[in-house]
């Protein structure tokens, strides 16, 4: 079993930036493929980001390319998601987690999840 604990969340204005972390417990997490899924207030969880186990390789969705950045501490069992230039329609619970492959990840098939951290972007 994997636990999964998010940091980092909090309120900031629009252009503004947040670091969110996600310690994970275990001894494989460098196998571990990881991800970064949100879900706003009525609507259905969605994928934001993606990275692979040695953290060279990442995935993000289009609305979030070029503002955010996925990276990963195997040494430390953590990974971080910058965010920068945040927009109101980022608002929203950012939950990581975990997986055995791209696929797992990208399809939000992942048997673990965090409890989610709370993002608000005021405008």
């Known amino acids: 079993q994997v636990q999964l604990v998010e940091s980092g969340g909090g309120l900031v204005q629009a252009g503004g930036s947040l670091r969110l972390s996600c310690a994970a417990s275990?001894?494989?997490?460098?196998?571990?493929?990881m991800g970064w899924f949100r879900q706003a207030p009525g609507k259905e969880r969605e994928f934001v980001s993606a990275?692979?186990?040695?953290?060279?390789?990442?995935n993000y969705a289009d609305s979030v390319k070029g503002r955010f950045t996925f990276s990963r501490d195997n040494a430390k069992n953590t990974v971080y998601l910058q965010m920068n230039s945040l927009k109101p329609e980022d608002t929203a619970v950012y939950y990581c987690?975990?997986?055995?492959?791209?696929?797992?990840?990208?399809?939000?098939?992942?048997?673990?999840w965090g409890q989610g951290t709370q993002v608000t972007v005021s405008s």
């Open positions: 987690t975990v997986g055995d492959s791209w696929a797992t990840i990208l399809d939000g098939r992942g048997p673990y």
């Open positions: 275990g001894r494989y997490f460098s196998s571990y493929y």
């Open positions: 990275i692979s186990t040695n953290g060279i390789f990442t």
